[in-house]
Antibody, heavy 121, light 108 residues
């Protein structure tokens, strides 16, 4: 069974930093591209970014709203995905989901339960 | 790239709910659909326009006509009450996933 478990959420002040982690199990982590998707309170889904697999040099793509502030990385030896959030803004307040790409550039077939990040002074 | 969905759809139990997704030139892009119940993570219910993952009831079906994709739920049940989102992968000009605006399905 595929499992994605996020951790690291919490309260952070505007301009601060936070690192989210995602522990993956139940599938061959190294094969898949992995993504982060967020959802602000009462709002819709918003894609944050993705990291490709080793065969594609672990390259990344980001949404315009977070580009230059957020960094996605992975550690295949630990089946782990990370999201480093820097210079956070109030509008980054959201539940952050760790998500697996079924096939690159196609459906997101498995989602974690999410971790809440609140940006407030 | 904006994918527009109706904000809400209301349907009586046993009837059919239809959710549309449009607003862009889909071209060769596949459209995928997600169901999200309150306080839960989204789950994939239809991928590649019309295919169902194992576990998705056959009451859920996807289709596409031109630049409009549709998710249809037949014989609606109380448990189908949720938010539904369409999604595509856009490679031009930037590589991004785009989600629709979301539709709240209410079962009367």
């Amino acid at each position: 069974e595929v499992q994605l478990v996020e951790s690291g959420g919490g309260l952070v002040q505007p301009g601060g930093s936070l690192r989210l982690s995602c522990a993956a199990s139940g599938f061959t982590f190294t094969h898949h591209y992995m993504d982060w998707v967020r959802q602000a309170p009462g709002k819709g889904l918003e894609w944050v970014g993705r990291v490709r697999n080793r065969a594609n040099s672990y390259s990344t793509d980001y949404a315009a709203a977070v580009k230059g502030r957020f960094t996605i990385s992975r550690d295949d030896s630990k089946n782990s995905l990370s999201l480093f959030m820097n210079n956070v803004k109030v509008e980054d307040t959201a539940v952050y989901f760790c998500v697996r790409e079924f096939v690159p550039g196609e459906a997101l077939d498995n989602w974690g339960q999410g971790t809440l990040v609140t940006v407030s002074s | 790239y904006v994918l527009t969905q109706p904000p809400s759809v209301s349907v009586a139990p046993g009837q059919t709910a239809t959710i549309t997704c449009g607003g862009g030139n889909f071209g060769m892009k596949n459209v995928h659909w997600y169901q999200q119940k309150p306080g839960r993570a989204p789950i994939l219910v239809v991928h590649d326009d019309r295919d169902r993952p194992s576990g998705t009831p056959d009451r859920f079906s996807g289709s596409r006509s031109g630049n409009t994709a549709t998710l249809t739920i037949t014989r609606v049940e109380a448990g189908d009450e949720a938010d539904y989102y369409c999604q595509v992968w856009d490679e031009n000009p930037d590589h991004v996933y785009v989600f629709g605006t979301g539709t709240r399905v209410s079962v009367l």
